[in-house]
């Protein structure tokens, strides 16, 4: 039971490219979330969804696109990369409801340059 | 504005201490609290969910606490081993979609 899975692992960009990063989960679970992680500041929301076919703005969604594919995968578009994005990119999910336990993925390490 | 604060920011023990670790919040009506815990270039790992209406939740060695009238969860850990060191972190959820995190306390635990 892999739980969410995220792709890739580590990233480095240039300022102005564009990279999309994947997120699964086999838990059959509604809701899915990706946060982004800085020192000092702790986790931030960018986007959830929800359930499938629907997608909110988090805390801090600028910069970012996000597309829920199917029930199992969300993933997070960036279109035009810029050194304040750099960051550790983590993907959640949880039941459902909103009021449920949130289990994480491993997390995605971007460096813009 | 929500917000989550834990205190301290890091902690040293010597191993087989009990220690506890607090979150404060500052939304009244929340719905849950859940403690996670980080290790370094990982991502987090769910320790414990208390719903609203719950006082408290166990798991092994640990037992979370939640007081909603002070703002307040702790997180007990027992006879503490060198493998609980990791950066634990709290988060309050208050009825939409949306957790707020604390940025967490470093555990040190020595041998």
């Known amino acids: 039971n892999a739980g969410v899975t995220q792709t890739p692992k580590f990233q480095v960009l240039k300022t102005g490219q564009s990279m999309t990063l994947q997120c699964a989960q086999d838990?059959?679970?509604?809701?899915m979330y990706w946060y982004r992680q800085d020192p000092g500041m702790g986790l931030r929301l960018i986007y959830y969804?929800?359930?499938?076919?629907?997608?909110d703005k988090g805390e801090v969604p600028n910069g970012y696109n996000v597309s829920r594919l199917n029930k199992r995968e969300f993933s997070l578009r960036l279109e035009s990369a810029a050194p304040s994005q750099t960051s550790v990119y983590f993907c959640?999910?949880?039941?459902?409801?909103?009021?449920?336990?949130?289990?994480f993925g491993p997390g995605t390490r971007l460096t813009v340059l | 504005k929500q917000e989550v604060t834990q205190i301290p920011a890091a902690l040293s023990v010597p191993e087989g201490e009990n220690l506890v670790l607090n979150c404060s919040f500052t939304?009244?009506?929340?719905?849950?609290l859940q403690w996670f815990r980080q290790d370094p270039g990982k991502g987090l790992t769910s320790l414990l969910l208390?719903?609203?209406?719950?006082r408290e939740q166990t798991s092994g060695r640990l037992n979370a606490s939640l007081d909603k009238s002070s703002g307040r969860s702790t997180l007990y850990i027992a006879a503490s081993q060198p493998g609980d060191s990791a950066t634990y972190l709290c988060?309050?959820?208050?009825?939409?979609?949306?957790?707020?995190f604390g940025t967490g306390t470093r555990l040190k635990v020595l041998a």
């Open positions: 959640a999910s949880s039941r459902g409801q909103g009021a449920d336990e949130q289990f």
């Open positions: 838990m059959n679970h509604n809701s």
């Open positions: 969804s929800a359930s499938e076919g629907t997608t």
């Open positions: 939304d009244s009506a929340i719905y849950n």
């Open positions: 208390i719903q609203s209406s719950q």
């Open positions: 988060a309050e959820h208050s009825g939409t979609y949306k957790y707020i």
